[in-house]
């Protein structure tokens, strides 16, 4: 299964548009509720720092949940997420 989501996700980087809410959702739901928070901060462009700052965690927690979650959704680094994490037009301040 793994395997065919990292396809999917490499699939969907060259179709640039297939994001939608509905498969973000099935990314977001491989992670525990605070990696899916932390994981659509850092899509949104928010350093560990920023992160831990919004959400009164450490930033070595920051980093760890996103290790945690780059292993689940098979990302490699932060770019990834965006591919795979549909964001709102709007974030909240």
Same mark, same amino acid.
């Given at each position: 299964?793994?395997?065919?989501?990292?396809?999917?996700?490499?699939?969907?980087? +060259?179709? #640039?548009?297939?994001?939608?809410?509905?498969?973000?959702?099935? $990314?977001?739901?491989?992670?525990?509720?605070?990696?899916? #928070?932390?994981?659509?901060?850092?899509?949104?462009?928010?350093?560990?720092?920023?992160?831990?700052? +919004?959400?009164?965690?450490? $930033? +070595?927690?920051?980093?760890?949940?996103?290790?945690?979650?780059?292993?689940?959704?098979?990302?490699?680094?932060?770019?990834?997420?965006?591919?795979?994490?549909?964001?709102?037009?709007? #974030?909240?301040?």
């Amino acid at each position: 299964a793994r395997t065919s989501r990292t396809r999917a996700v490499a699939l969907a980087r +060259r179709c #640039q548009g297939a994001r939608t809410p509905a498969l973000s959702g099935l $990314v977001l739901g491989e992670l525990t509720a605070r990696q899916s #928070q932390i994981v659509t901060l850092a899509a949104a462009g928010l350093s560990n720092r920023e992160i831990a700052e +919004r959400l009164t965690l450490s $930033v +070595r927690t920051v980093g760890n949940h996103l290790y945690s979650a780059y292993a689940r959704l098979g990302a490699s680094d932060r770019g990834a997420l965006s591919w795979m994490v549909e964001l709102p037009d709007a #974030q909240p301040a």
